[in-house]
């Protein structure tokens, strides 16, 4: 009698493939759902501060904007009054920063001792708090309590690295990060344009900006509700008698320094690009939201294509290279087709750098210390995005476009130096290149 044929059962490897995949999934939906409702505030920054700054006795807002006209008189060059709420709300991105450099460690040796997805449940209650202080921020101290609050919990991003980082094997970690790195992508280009038709529906005189906020608010609450019915714990609890290769200190101090100094000139870079397109075009908001979009749009490309399929050490030479070149595009230009060209340049550069940073810090240890690792990582980068804009744009206007924007690319380049050493000096950095 002819044998029946029996089904065979999936092998481990198989397993383990198709829950990492399940998983990303999850991470991919959960951060688009939460970037897009981070990003929807950003194109409302403008109007919000005017609609604070013309509520009488607002002490805390005159305050700081006295703080900030002191430092325009500081330099010979007149700045107009228009970009007031530009530093203003570089300033806001600048404590939010900072807040995140303090909590980003915090974050991740928590989800170490308690798990990944307990810290990224805590974080989104922490998230929910935040955006729910916005809905009723009539006032600008309540304002600048949400800001705080996201500040101190967000941990989303950091969380969803490490989990990524459970879950892949070090040959599959790049691709597994670009998706986070398309998350970013999609929701820096749809978020703004939703953030701002919702700014004109208005149902609430005390606080204009109050369906923007619910909106936001909803898909937070959407967001916590699909994590806790989908996302699987990835991080299991070890048993203190099981060894596990320790952090490479060295390698880690570098990638950190390294990712502190690269996100110290980009964002200085980014912040002072609509300075510079005044400056040259008399662009408008619409037309820097364009340019903006191109970059997103682009590196959402990019992320799906060139950095999923190349290896992390390749990717961040590509994306530093391609930093110091848009630089000294940028410090030349007098058109526009220069100033487009010089922006998918740095397109490529938010496509790779950070994205490739991550995944080489990811291999430098076990998972006993992912979170702690990860979250410091993240507090450097923190750190320079919070000095950044201040440092370039004091230096923009003391100096000039020409020598700020030449300076920021020899900067990359040093960046780039400083990277090539430490792959040929740190011995874990040489076992990841090894393993690609």
Request: aromatic share 12%.
């Amino acid at each position: 009698m002819r044998e029946e044929s029996r089904p065979v059962a999936p092998s481990d490897e198989a397993r383990a493939t198709a829950f990492a995949k399940s998983v990303v999934r999850i991470l991919f939906i959960s951060l688009v759902l939460d970037l897009l409702s981070f990003t929807m505030i950003l194109p409302l920054f403008p109007r919000l501060l005017d609609f604070y700054r013309d509520q009488p006795n607002n002490v805390m807002l005159n305050s700081v904007l006295r703080y900030l006209n002191t430092y325009k008189a500081a330099f010979a060059r007149p700045i107009s009054t228009r970009f007031d709420v530009v530093l203003l709300g570089g300033a806001m991105g600048s404590l939010f920063s900072l807040l995140q450099a303090f909590a980003s460690p915090i974050i991740g040796s928590l989800s170490d001792k308690f798990g990944r997805r307990t810290a990224l449940l805590y974080s989104m209650l922490g998230n929910i708090l935040s955006v729910a202080l916005w809905v009723v921020a009539y006032n600008f101290p309540i304002f600048i309590a949400s800001r705080v609050v996201g500040g101190l919990s967000e941990g989303n991003v950091q969380l969803a690295l490490a989990i990524a980082t459970d879950v892949s094997t070090p040959q599959t970690r790049g691709s597994a990060l670009a998706l986070v790195g398309i998350a970013f992508s999609v929701a820096f280009t749809f978020g703004p344009m939703i953030g701002a038709y919702l700014s004109n529906q208005t149902f609430s005189a005390a606080n204009p900006f109050a369906a923007a906020a619910t909106f936001s608010l909803g898909l937070l609450l959407l967001e916590t509700a699909f994590l806790y019915a989908k996302l699987p714990e990835t991080r299991p609890l070890q048993s203190k008698k099981q060894g596990e290769a320790k952090t490479s200190t060295k390698g880690l101090g570098m990638l950190s320094l390294i990712h502190f100094f690269f996100l110290f000139i980009f964002s200085g870079m980014e912040f002072s690009l609509p300075f510079m397109t005044f400056d040259l075009f008399s662009y408008s908001s619409k037309d820097n939201g364009r340019l903006l979009g191109f970059v997103g749009l682009l590196a959402a490309v990019l992320q799906g294509s060139f950095t999923r399929r190349t290896p992390p050490l390749t990717v961040v030479k590509t994306g530093l290279i391609s930093a110091a070149v848009s630089f000294f595009i940028l410090g030349r230009i007098d058109s526009q087709k220069g100033l487009y060209l010089a922006a998918a340049l740095l397109a490529v550069t938010s496509a790779t750098v950070v994205t490739g940073l991550t995944a080489l810090t990811s291999m430098l240890g076990g998972e006993k210390e992912r979170g702690k690792m990860l979250g410091g990582f993240r507090a450097a980068g923190q750190v320079g995005r919070a000095l950044g804009p201040i440092v370039f744009c004091t230096f923009y206007w003391w100096a000039g476009r020409e020598l700020a924007y030449i300076t920021g690319g020899v900067g990359m380049l040093l960046v780039t130096g400083l990277f090539w050493l430490s792959i040929k000096d740190s011995g874990k950095l040489l076992l990841a290149k090894k393993k690609q």
